[in-house]
């Protein structure tokens, strides 16, 4: 398909494409929707291997950032920058300065932050060439790690989750088993050890089981995370692990994580309905990160605002929950038909006169 034909078919607003040559800056800034706010998503620092294979994940990302925000209630758009460079060894001040100065070019029709490869001292680079930047740090008046609230708000999923499957949201006693013992996990396991839930991790990384181990939790290895005899499974590392090699493996009733994109297609999402096993739609469960970037837009942050929006996923699941039943579809399809009906319901606000 041509590109703009595919940004028509998937809604695209914008694409945009910028080059600095002083600084080597090769980025994509896609705009995908602004029905709901300004576009708002996280600037991704790869070497992708084509400029192909940067707009085209660009125009995924930004999709996904106006279903993730629909869904979560907040009066924003979706938006995604990529640049295309190595975040260890080709990115400078001056890149990332100079991304900054375009992104300001769009006069707020999108919202940087931090993502991939691009961290909260960027953010600040980026703050000196544009206000259009949140997810500073908190030492510079920002909303500082994302992961604290991604984790409250997976947690807050995971309970409406086990309501659905055990008719209590309690997980006392519930066995846990956690892919990726990273930053967002070991948020959601305090949460969990609250509750006296036992958690089951693994990683791939010594540093991170060393830290599981110390907080006394069971260590396995990584290929015998899926068959682990446990209540929940929770991705919090990488895409795709719900796939027809894991789904046969796994022994739970509740799949709830942060990890973004975990069906690998659509198809495992209707696996796991007709199994009966309740999942909790990624970027319903891991939008606790963008409610807490958006708490800082146009005033200073507040942890209030960005917690109780957060706790609010609890009832964002349940609902998600209840469209999933009446429609007889997946969750992950309902959680698309939750957003989608906001989207349309904005957009068909009457238009009124109004003189100046
Ligand atoms: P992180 O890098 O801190 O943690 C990821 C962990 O996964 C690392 O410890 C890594 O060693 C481990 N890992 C990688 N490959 C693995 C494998 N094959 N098996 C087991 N472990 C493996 O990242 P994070 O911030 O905790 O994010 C976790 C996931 O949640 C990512 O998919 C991220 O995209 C998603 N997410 C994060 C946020 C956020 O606010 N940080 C928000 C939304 C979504």
Redesign the pocket.
């Known amino acids: 398909m041509e590109l703009l034909e595919q940004m028509g078919a998937e809604g695209h607003e914008q694409l945009v494409v910028v080059s600095d040559a002083g600084s080597g800056l090769k980025a994509i800034i896609a705009i995908h929707d602004t029905t709901l706010g300004p576009a708002c998503g996280g600037t991704r620092i790869w070497p992708y291997e084509s400029e192909q294979e940067a707009i085209m994940d660009a125009l995924r990302l930004s999709r996904a950032m106006t279903y993730k925000a629909a869904a979560a209630d907040l009066p924003l758009g979706g938006g995604k920058g990529v640049i295309i460079a190595d975040s260890h060894t080709e990115k400078t001040e001056a890149l990332v300065r100079a991304y900054g100065r375009f992104v300001d070019t769009l006069g707020g029709r999108y919202l940087t932050t931090t993502d ?1 490869g691009s961290t909260g001292r960027d953010m600040e680079y980026v703050k000196q060439e544009t206000d259009y930047v949140v997810g500073l740090p908190t030492t510079s008046g920002g909303s500082g790690d ?2 604290i ?2 984790g409250l708000g997976v947690y807050m999923g995971m309970k409406t989750c086990a309501k659905e499957a055990w008719g209590q949201e309690s997980l006392t006693g519930k066995t846990v088993a956690m ?7 070991t948020h959601i396991a305090h949460h969990l050890m609250k509750e006296d839930a036992r958690l089951v991790v ?4 010594d540093e ?1 089981l060393d830290r599981a181990r110390d907080m006394g939790l069971t260590v396995v290895k ?1 290929e015998d ?1 899926y068959g682990v005899d446990c209540d929940v499974f929770t991705p ?4 795709g692990v719900i796939n027809p090699d894991t789904i046969p493996q796994l022994k739970c009733k509740v799949v709830a994580g ?3 994109n975990q069906l690998l297609t659509d198809g495992d999402g209707e696996t796991l309905h007709r199994l009966g096993i309740v999942y909790g739609p990624d970027y319903i469960l ?1 939008s ?2 963008i409610i807490n970037a958006e708490a800082e837009i146009g005033r200073v942050y507040n942890l209030d605002r960005a917690r109780e929006k957060t706790e609010r996923i609890y009832e964002i699941m349940e609902r998600v929950i209840a469209i999933s039943k009446s429609e007889e579809i997946t969750t992950a399809k309902a959680a698309d038909r939750l957003a989608e009906d906001r989207l349309k319901a904005v957009q068909g606000i009457r238009r009124v006169y109004r003189a100046n």
């Open positions: 991939v994302t992961s609230m991604t892919q990726g013992f990273g930053k967002v996990a693994t990683d791939v990384f991170a990584p995370i919090c590392a990488l895409g942060g990890a973004n891991n606790g990160g």
